[in-house]
């Protein structure tokens, strides 16, 4: 009888330990936002990756005594550093202020993550950004984000291999399909790019480019249209040039391309304007012999580019000063100081307007044959398609692209499959989440 | 009075065991219970980017389902089960012949070679991949350019390839950790029972066979028991991989899938199903594992 009773005493105990440790986990309290006295000093958190950033955050801090901005570096977004902020928001160690790439504000605002910035007078400072950037940050009457910068898409080339071979830079994608094919045969070790199976973000910009508009949303009802003919073209396009042997499809932007890179395995890349600090650190072998043209088009004579990133400065649920934090996150994507130091460390297009002339940007690269690069990115970032929109399941519909590729690569299926698989997934997972979804 | 002292003596076993018990309640079976409690919650939203607010409800067994659905988290639960009925017996039987090479009589500084052997589990698996990383990949690799320089061209980090590499990247991490254990049993072996054997005529391999590996048939076991875990649980390497092989996605093995949705996608009532199906897996085949030698031994 004792044992018997001992033993429903420990049940108990370990019933109320569960359940207490449960209660402990699940604590959702927001901290208390604070207003900050006059002469009182503050410290702020600011979690981000992007090169250069240390550097500005150096600058307000000298000129800032009061309000002092603690940078903590962590990975980028899609390496670990979304993770780290999801599960900080989820404990309520949030930093006040993050790097939240366009793609995924959305995403955070699902989980409730971002303060409204409308309330706090942001909209006086709409007129300082570029308006589509504006928009990424922009929802119903709120306003979540401040936009930092955008990339601009070319396409980067060895000018000197071009030249060796006598072959034309391609102005449209048949161009860039011959130009391929005679590239094998110049030389067989080169190709003209990479096909990443593991980057559909990448894809979806060219897709865009192509003028595939994948996202909509109509009351509360999200419209997911992915396999649209202009999208099946793209991808159509890539299968027929990987089939044929005429691009790698080894991952691009890690050790083996920066390779090849330098070696003059690969000898475009179709790649947003912060890629140049990406050539420029990792094959610096090959200065001087690169240059920059206009992405190729679908149909000759139109001049469409894409986006491809895009960055802003958002504050996190339960930033304790959120003034503060959006006085430090307007200056520092619109100081001209800050941006010059942005952009040095290669951050991407700037969002503050009117900032590309007179700026870091407005000058020749020594690296890119001394040509003006980023005239070219300017008349690019002339002709995006500005209406584009994400989702809040982004980061998986890039998975749900990634997973068919990778099969297609592995000789399951074909690239025009894993964009309808991809179609279905993302309905199924926008709907996962208690969304309206209506399909194409 | 003899109630009290009676009912003293009855808590004694109880206060040795509290803190054991205490520990085991807050980091074993809360978690788990949390887990199991997370898996059947569903989440309802309203407003397009769920601005209108939203609340968890009792979602019963459909985030199993949904995982179950999945035929990319089916295919990863193959995936580690393939690597599982390689890696384990692979791994067992050579860190059972290293040992015995090295308890061997003839064996050469056998202290040296425990060490080297040993060492690779000092390194941290994230750090040990990364490594192997560079000598994967094309291009970097000294090793393929040195197979390249003699006419072969081979695809290590490839669909039908990758998996095999990371086989060889927790061999060599695990391999002397498992030798290790088997060697402190062969170690207890009594020096008499060889003698023994010696005299009434057995060779080396005898020796092995029927008096070495019977009496070290628990340590065996258990290492067996913790490969089998261990593979089931394949993370890290496949994660640290996959920047460099094209062919390895987020639903590679059920624990990275179970990764991906709980801090990529903030789906953490199916992360936790996943996790909780993972769980029952491991659970299914080291329990089965230990009821078919028991059964043998009887």
């Known amino acids: 009888m004792t044992r018997g009773s001992n033993l429903r005493r420990l049940l108990v105990a370990m019933l109320g330990v569960v359940s207490f440790a449960a209660v402990a986990c699940g604590g959702d309290q927001e901290p208390e936002t604070q207003q900050r006295e006059p002469g009182q000093k503050i410290t702020l958190t600011f979690w981000s990756w992007v090169p250069g950033v240390d550097k500005a955050v150096d600058l307000w801090n000298s000129e800032n005594p009061e309000v002092q901005v603690k940078l903590e570096k962590i990975p980028a977004g899609n390496q670990g550093g979304y993770a780290k902020m999801h599960s900080a928001l989820k404990s309520g160690e949030?930093?006040?202020?993050?790097?939240?790439?366009?793609?995924?504000?959305?995403?955070?605002?699902?989980?409730?993550?971002?303060?409204?910035?409308?309330?706090?007078g942001v909209g006086d400072h709409e007129?300082?950004?570029?308006?589509?950037?504006?928009?990424?940050?922009?929802?119903?009457?709120?306003?979540?984000?401040?936009?930092?910068?955008?990339?601009p898409m070319a396409m980067f080339y060895r000018a000197d291999l071009f030249e060796k071979w006598g072959i034309a830079p391609p102005t449209t994608w048949a161009e860039y399909e011959q130009a391929a094919r005679r590239i094998r045969q110049a030389d067989p070790n080169a190709y003209i790019s990479t096909f990443p199976p593991g980057n559909s973000a990448w894809f979806t910009s060219l897709a865009a480019q192509a003028g595939a508009r994948w996202f909509d949303i109509s009351g509360d009802t999200w419209q997911v249209d992915m396999d649209t003919p202009e999208t099946i073209e793209v991808a159509e396009y890539w299968d027929r040039m990987r089939q044929d042997g005429l691009v790698k499809t080894d991952p691009d932007l890690q050790n083996g391309w920066y390779a090849d890179l330098q070696a003059g395995r690969i000898v475009t890349w179709v790649g947003a304007q912060w890629g140049d600090a990406i050539l420029m650190g990792n094959a610096p072998e090959t200065a001087g012999k690169w240059r920059v043209a206009p992405i190729p088009q679908w149909s000759e004579g139109e001049q469409r580019s894409a986006n491809w990133g895009g960055s802003s400065t958002a504050l996190l649920k339960g930033a304790s000063y959120p003034e503060e934090a959006l006085k430090f996150a307007l200056w520092l994507n619109t100081d001209p100081e800050s941006i010059d130091l942005l952009i040095a460390g290669g951050y991407g297009w700037p969002a503050a307007k009117g900032a590309f002339s007179g700026s870091a940007l407005d000058k020749p690269y020594e690296f890119f044959s001394g040509q003006k690069i980023n005239e070219v990115f300017?008349?690019?970032?002339?002709?995006?398609?500005?209406?584009?929109?994400?989702?809040?399941?982004?980061?998986?519909?890039?998975?749900?692209?990634?997973?068919?590729?990778?099969?297609?690569?592995?000789?399951?299926?074909?690239?025009?499959?894993?964009?309808?698989?991809?179609q279905t997934k993302t309905v199924a997972d926008l709907k996962a989440k208690g969304l309206r979804v209506s399909e194409g | 009075m003899p109630a009290t002292a009676r009912r003293r003596k009855a808590l004694v076993p109880w206060a040795f065991l509290a803190p054991f018990c205490v520990l085991f309640l807050l980091l074993f079976i809360a978690p788990i219970g949390y887990a199991v409690y997370q898996s059947m919650i569903r989440v309802e939203r309203t407003g397009p980017m769920g601005l209108g607010g939203a609340r968890e409800v009792f979602g019963g067994l459909e985030n199993y389902s949904r995982a179950?659905?999945?035929?990319?988290?089916?295919?990863?639960l193959g995936r580690v089960l393939l690597f599982a009925a390689v890696q384990v017996p692979l791994m067992i039987v050579l860190a059972t012949v290293l040992a015995l090479l090295l308890d061997s009589a003839s064996a050469r500084w056998p202290a040296m070679f425990r060490a080297m052997f040993f060492l690779p589990y000092?390194?941290?698996?994230?750090?040990?991949?990364?490594?192997?990383?560079?000598?994967?990949?094309?291009?970097?690799?000294?090793?393929?350019?040195a197979l390249s320089w003699l006419g072969l061209e081979v695809d290590l980090l490839g669909p039908?390839?990758?998996?095999?590499?990371?086989?060889?990247?927790?061999?060599?991490?695990?391999?002397?950790?498992?030798?290790?254990?088997?060697?402190?049993?062969?170690?207890?072996?009594p020096g008499e029972l060889y003698?023994?054997?010696?005299?009434?005529g057995a060779g080396p391999l005898r020796l092995v066979w029927h008096v070495k590996l019977p009496l070290v048939r628990p340590a065996i076991v258990l290492t067996t028991v913790f490969t089998i875990i261990g593979t089931l649980q394949l993370f890290a390497e496949p994660l640290v991989l996959k920047p460099l092989s094209t062919a390895i996605s987020f639903t590679y093995s059920p624990n990275l899938s179970a990764f991906n949705e709980a801090f990529n996608t903030n789906n953490q009532a199916l992360a936790a199903a996943e996790a909780v199906l993972l769980a029952l897996g491991a659970f299914v085949l080291s329990f089965g594992f230990l009821r078919l030698v028991g059964r043998g031994r009887r």
């Open chain 1, 94 to 120: 949030a930093p006040d202020l993050a790097q939240v790439e366009y793609q995924v504000i959305p995403e955070f605002l699902l989980e409730d993550g971002l303060v409204d910035l409308a309330p706090l």
């Open chain 1, 127 to 151: 007129g300082d950004f570029v308006e589509w950037q504006w928009q990424q940050g922009a929802f119903g009457d709120g306003v979540y984000a401040v936009p930092q910068a955008s990339g």
């Open chain 1, 378 to 422: 300017a008349e690019a970032d002339q002709n995006i398609d500005k209406s584009w929109k994400w989702i809040p399941t982004t980061t998986a519909m890039y998975e749900n692209l990634n997973q068919g590729f990778r099969a297609a690569v592995a000789g399951q299926g074909s690239f025009a499959d894993s964009v309808r698989a991809a």
């Open chain 2, 68 to 76: 179950l659905s999945d035929p990319a988290f089916v295919d990863s």
């Open chain 2, 122 to 145: 000092g390194v941290p698996g994230v750090i040990a991949t990364i490594i192997w990383g560079f000598l994967y990949v094309p291009g970097v690799s000294p090793i393929l350019d």
């Open chain 2, 160 to 189: 039908s390839t990758v998996l095999w590499s990371i086989a060889n990247i927790v061999t060599w991490a695990f391999a002397g950790y498992n030798m290790l254990v088997i060697i402190a049993q062969l170690k207890a072996i």
């Open chain 2, 195 to 200: 003698e023994a054997a010696i005299v009434d």
